[in-house]
């Protein structure tokens, strides 16, 4: 069993940058490959970035790439997020995920293959 928890969104300018972090409970995180996702109002999830469970292996969706950078230590149980250059359109609820021991070699781009999933962290980007 996996218990997720982020932290770090808030209310930032367009510009400007936060860094989201996901906290693990549980012996078995370092083995887990990890995701970020996002839900705009009226919008489906989507994923942003992923992670495989040695960081050897990163994956971003296309709207970020450039701007956001997924990492991870083991040794705290944390992923992270860095978000710079941030615009409007990132405004969202942000969340992360993490996938069956199994897909740990794997960067995963459906919400399908992830187990686990945090409660949620608000970004919220003024113009």
């Known amino acids: 069993q996996v218990q997720l928890v982020e932290s770090g969104g808030g209310l930032v300018q367009a510009g400007g940058s936060l860094r989201l972090s996901c906290a693990a409970s549980?012996?078995?995180?370092?083995?887990?490959?990890m995701g970020w996702f996002r839900q705009a109002p009226g919008k489906e999830r989507e994923f942003v970035a992923a992670?495989?469970?040695?960081?050897?292996?990163?994956d971003y969706a296309d709207s970020v790439k450039g701007r956001f950078t997924i990492s991870r230590d083991n040794a705290k149980n944390t992923v992270y997020l860095q978000m710079d250059s941030l615009k409007p359109e990132d405004t969202a609820i942000y969340y992360c995920?993490?996938?069956?021991?199994?897909?740990?070699?794997?960067?995963?781009?459906?919400?399908?293959?992830?187990?686990?999933w945090g409660q949620g962290t608000q970004v919220t980007v003024s113009s």
């Open positions: 995920a993490a996938t069956p021991i199994s897909y740990k070699d794997y960067v995963r781009r459906d919400n399908r293959a992830y187990d686990y």
């Open positions: 549980g012996r078995t995180f370092s083995s887990r490959a």
């Open positions: 992670i495989t469970w040695s960081a050897s292996n990163t």
